[in-house]
């Protein structure tokens, strides 16, 4: 597979920065996307849905990374696969009044 220049991107950052700081740093943007959705439920939905999208952004980019640092592409397609299918049943279930139960992992 040909380098994107995305992951040519990625390999610069960890050339740089290293493994250990790049996955810190995918928590840190977890937290403050956890942070916003917190201020946006807390104050009453006053926070402004680009700076969601800002937080989502951040964090989309550090999974990616954390892909690439870890080569774990064909697991977690396959995982994501797999939780789908299952918030599928979930559904479906809910849906027939059997069950409530929405935890998806
Ligand atoms: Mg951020």
Redesign the pocket.
Known sequence: MNPTKETILFDDALTLWGKEFQIMMAI??MA??MQKLSHYLRKNRKVKYTEIA??IA??QIMMRQLIQIFCILDIVNQQEALKLNKLQQYIEKAKRGESADSSQS
Do not use: C, N, P, T
């Open positions: 840190e943007e403050e996307l800002s937080e951040d964090v």
